[in-house]
């Protein structure tokens, strides 16, 4: 019995030991996710809703590209219509396109008094254009510029997705840095608290260092409490850009790295001029402008239409065995309108001069942006050279002037000034390489190539 009863309790021991080393693996598998950057760039082409409201503009731009074809088509439409009427000349009329027309009708009892009649009408007509003032030809083209438009609008959305995820990302990474450096000021001040009170305790120092030290662990304590709800921001941040639930939780990879320093600043703003979608949109929807200055002249110019028709006719719905065919040219000529075309053409030239305005002032800010994030990754670049060395000196200054005040050959106020030194050093620096990697896309999406 007491055999089978220590085999019953190793069974329930391993199957407890089993269970519990399966959900710490499942916490630690779902957890959080690894995200690499290029994974998180590819979820947000594929997930992001700005993205997919681009590809349905380009969409509807496809589909005004095929309705501007409808100019050079016939018109092909069949309709039923039903009348009944005791007008005379209806009567007479429906008669006649029946095919039922006989003596007694013209007798004037009958014509100016006849019993009411219905007709049933079936006809179908076409209508081809020949020629309407070149304006189809004008619509169509104004139709492929607005589809090429907005295929740019799509590749410059694209790029602004992919900087907001490089931007989320590198946030999210500077968020987990700045929650290191908090944790290792947090260990530096419980030291500096632990030297005071033995300092204190020994009678070499009064309590005031002691209560200084314990004010200034509260204060890198709070900035520890910043730093994780930092990484919470920071990891909502990024799901928002990556066009998540914001609730889930990534791990990510990588660390911020010094970005190399590009061409000249002229150079990029060239490539800019050359590349930007954003730019070469704007330079189709001018020219779709100068297009519509054309397209409102066209009503200044003749209209030819080639039309023609089958007509059956029948007291009886869909029996209709009177049938006559009519095809005619019909000619059209806006000679006075009332000066609508001529107050179309003036608002189509100012829209013009407008577009060609907003043309150039969109120019001048890519090419301000260029700069902009040129100078920015220039100075942090610089500041990454400045900073390189200062954490070390910052430790070292620091680990100097507490092993003095260990000697009473200093006071704390200079251990304080020390430790505040290295946590600012260590927070420069991660802000200078978090500017730089920052600068370095703003450059590359200044100038169109990100």
């Given at each position: 019995?007491?055999?089978?009863?220590?085999?019953?309790?190793?069974?329930?021991?391993?199957?407890?030991?089993?269970?519990?080393?399966?959900?710490?693996?499942?916490?630690?598998?779902?957890?959080?996710?690894?995200?690499?950057?290029?994974?998180?760039?590819?979820?947000?082409?594929?997930?992001?809703?700005?993205?997919?409201?681009?590809?349905?503009?380009?969409?509807?731009?496809?589909?005004?590209?095929?309705?501007?074809?409808?100019?050079?088509?016939?018109?092909?439409?069949?309709?039923?219509?039903?009348?009944?009427?005791?007008?005379?000349?209806?009567?007479?009329?429906?008669?006649?396109?029946?095919?039922?027309?006989?003596?007694?009708?013209?007798?004037?009892?009958?014509?100016?008094?006849?019993?009411?009649?219905?007709?049933?009408?079936?006809?179908?007509?076409?209508?081809?254009?020949?020629?309407?003032?070149?304006?189809?030809?004008?619509?169509?083209?104004?139709?492929?510029?607005?589809?090429?438009?907005?295929?740019?609008?799509r590749e410059r959305a694209r790029q602004e997705t992919i900087y907001n995820v490089v931007k989320a990302y590198y946030g999210l990474l500077l968020a987990k840095e700045y929650h290191k450096v908090a944790l290792q000021s947090q260990e530096a001040s419980q030291a500096n608290v632990?030297?005071?009170?033995?300092?204190?305790?020994?009678?070499?120092?009064?309590q005031s260092d002691l209560l200084r030290a314990r004010v200034q662990l509260a204060e890198v304590q709070e900035m520890l409490t910043r730093s994780e709800n930092g990484i919470k921001l920071a990891a909502a941040n990024l799901a928002f850009s990556l066009g998540v639930p914001q609730?889930?939780?990534?791990?990510?990879?990588?660390?911020?790295?010094?970005?190399?320093?590009?061409?000249?600043?002229?150079?990029?703003?060239?490539?800019?001029?050359?590349?930007?979608?954003?730019?070469?949109?704007?330079?189709?929807?001018?020219?779709?402008?100068?297009?519509?200055?054309?397209?409102?002249?066209?009503?200044?110019?003749?209209?030819?239409?080639?039309?023609?028709?089958?007509?059956?006719?029948?007291?009886?719905?869909?029996?209709?065995?009177?049938?006559?065919?009519?095809?005619?040219?019909?000619?059209?000529?806006?000679?006075?309108?009332?000066?609508?075309?001529?107050?179309?053409?003036?608002?189509?030239?100012?829209?013009?001069?407008?577009?060609?305005?907003?043309?150039?002032?969109?120019?001048?800010?890519?090419?301000?942006?260029?700069?902009?994030?040129?100078?920015?990754?220039?100075?942090?670049?610089?500041?990454?050279?400045?900073?390189?060395?200062?954490?070390?000196?910052?430790?070292?200054?620091?680990?100097?002037?507490?092993?003095?005040?260990?000697?009473?050959?200093?006071?704390?106020?200079?251990?304080?000034?020390?430790?505040?030194?290295?946590?600012?050093?260590?927070?420069?620096?991660?802000?200078?390489?978090?500017?730089?990697?920052?600068?370095?896309?703003?450059?590359?999406?200044?100038?169109?190539?990100?």
């Amino acid at each position: 019995m007491n055999t089978l009863l220590r085999k019953i309790k190793r069974v329930i021991t391993c199957t407890a030991l089993f269970l519990l080393l399966t959900a710490a693996v499942a916490v630690y598998s779902y957890a959080g996710e690894t995200l690499t950057l290029e994974q998180a760039i590819e979820t947000a082409l594929n997930s992001n809703p700005g993205l997919k409201a681009a590809d349905a503009q380009i969409e509807a731009a496809d589909a005004g590209v095929l309705r501007s074809a409808s100019g050079f088509l016939p018109k092909v439409t069949l309709s039923e219509t039903w009348s009944r009427s005791d007008n005379p000349l209806m009567v007479l009329g429906t008669k006649l396109n029946q095919e039922i027309v006989s003596p007694a009708d013209f007798s004037p009892a009958v014509m100016n008094d006849p019993d009411p009649m219905s007709n049933y009408n079936t006809r179908l007509s076409v209508m081809q254009p020949v020629f309407n003032g070149g304006r189809e030809y004008i619509g169509r083209t104004q139709a492929a510029l607005a589809r090429d438009a907005s295929v740019q609008d799509r590749e410059r959305a694209r790029q602004e997705t992919i900087y907001n995820v490089v931007k989320a990302y590198y946030g999210l990474l500077l968020a987990k840095e700045y929650h290191k450096v908090a944790l290792q000021s947090q260990e530096a001040s419980q030291a500096n608290v632990k030297l005071a009170e033995a300092r204190f305790k020994a009678g070499a120092v009064l309590q005031s260092d002691l209560l200084r030290a314990r004010v200034q662990l509260a204060e890198v304590q709070e900035m520890l409490t910043r730093s994780e709800n930092g990484i919470k921001l920071a990891a909502a941040n990024l799901a928002f850009s990556l066009g998540v639930p914001q609730g889930t939780e990534y791990e990510i990879e990588g660390t911020l790295i010094a970005q190399p320093m590009p061409m000249d600043v002229d150079a990029a703003v060239e490539e800019a001029a050359a590349k930007r979608p954003d730019l070469i949109s704007m330079g189709l929807n001018r020219q779709n402008a100068e297009k519509s200055v054309s397209q409102a002249r066209t009503e200044y110019l003749p209209n030819l239409n080639l039309m023609g028709q089958m007509d059956w006719n029948s007291d009886q719905f869909a029996r209709g065995s009177a049938k006559s065919w009519a095809v005619m040219a019909v000619l059209q000529w806006n000679l006075f309108d009332g000066l609508v075309t001529k107050a179309k053409v003036k608002e189509s030239l100012a829209l013009s001069s407008r577009m060609r305005s907003l043309e150039e002032q969109t120019r001048s800010a890519a090419q301000l942006q260029v700069r902009q994030a040129f100078y920015n990754l220039a100075a942090s670049t610089d500041r990454i050279a400045a900073t390189s060395s200062s954490i070390q000196e910052a430790e070292e200054g620091l680990r100097i002037v507490q092993k003095r005040y260990e000697s009473g050959m200093t006071t704390f106020v200079d251990v304080l000034g020390a430790e505040s030194a290295l946590i600012r050093a260590r927070t420069n620096a991660l802000q200078a390489l978090y500017d730089n990697n920052i600068s370095s896309a703003e450059l590359r999406l200044a100038k169109g190539t990100l």
